[in-house]
């Protein structure tokens, strides 16, 4: 079946302009992620979402940085007013409910603010 | 505070050279242990999930094993198709029952022919 999709799949800004990003999960997954990798470094968590409980925003490094779910389905990542250090891949990743580790991912959305 | 150590940061391999990947963590209450293949541009893949010491997991030319202070990741007479960065992560109780995920910095391994 269809895995989760992100996109856009590069996006280039200029530093102070906000961006969206989007994920679509697998279809019946509950569980949502948001990562961030930089480059050459492992993945960073940032917010999870699971079925109408409140996210868990603890990742999250600035007031910058927020995200959005409807209900089970898409998420938006969006970062406000960029800067050059939030250049990096930003990884999506649904799983089928919060008792089930497995965590099945997005191809990314590499972002780069010049 | 909890962590994940991988190492060597990057390895390379001749084909048929058989080798082994390790992750060190420390972490309070362990939930699982789990191996992920990344390629390059592309989203980390699912390989393996260890739930507790003593597990050993295989498929095809890997297999990953648990001790309660590191896993091994093993690959037996690899492939060039075998080059990729493998992830490992672990999964740790956090208030509110949330399960994240957290990452080693992964191993970058080159099998060449």
């Known amino acids: 079946g269809a895995g989760v999709s992100q996109s856009p799949s590069n996006k280039v800004t200029e530093k102070g302009k906000d961006v969206e990003l989007r994920c679509d999960p697998i279809?019946?997954?509950?569980?949502l992620y948001w990562y961030r990798q930089r480059l050459g470094q492992g993945l960073e968590f940032l917010i999870y979402?699971?079925?109408?409980?409140?996210?868990?925003k603890s990742g999250l490094p600035s007031d910058r940085f927020s995200a959005e779910r409807t209900g089970e389905s898409v998420s938006t990542l969006t970062i406000q007013r960029t800067q050059q250090e939030d250049s990096a891949v930003y990884l999506c990743?649904?799983?089928?409910?919060?008792?089930?580790?497995?965590?099945?991912f997005g191809p990314g959305t590499r972002l780069t603010v010049t | 505070e909890d962590q994940v150590t991988q190492s060597p940061e990057a390895l390379r391999l001749q084909e048929g050279e058989s080798s082994s990947l390790n992750c060190s963590y420390t972490?309070?209450?362990?939930?699982?242990l789990f191996w992920y293949r990344q390629d390059p541009g592309k989203g980390p893949e699912f390989l393996f999930t260890?739930?507790?010491a003593g597990e050993e997991k295989e498929k095809e030319r890997l297999k990953a094993t648990l001790t309660k202070k590191e896993s091994f990741l093993h690959i037996t007479a690899p492939k060039p198709e075998d080059s990729a960065t493998y992830l490992c992560?672990?999964?740790?109780?956090?208030?509110?029952?949330?399960?994240?995920?957290?990452f080693g910095a992964g191993t970058r391994l080159a099998v060449h022919p």
């Open positions: 990743a649904s799983s089928p409910d919060r008792d089930n580790y497995e965590q099945y």
């Open positions: 279809s019946g997954h509950t569980a």
């Open positions: 979402f699971q079925g109408n409980s409140a996210p868990d």
């Open positions: 972490v309070s209450g362990l939930r699982g």
């Open positions: 260890l739930y507790s």
């Open positions: 992560a672990v999964q740790a109780k956090v208030s509110g029952g949330y399960n994240k995920l957290i």
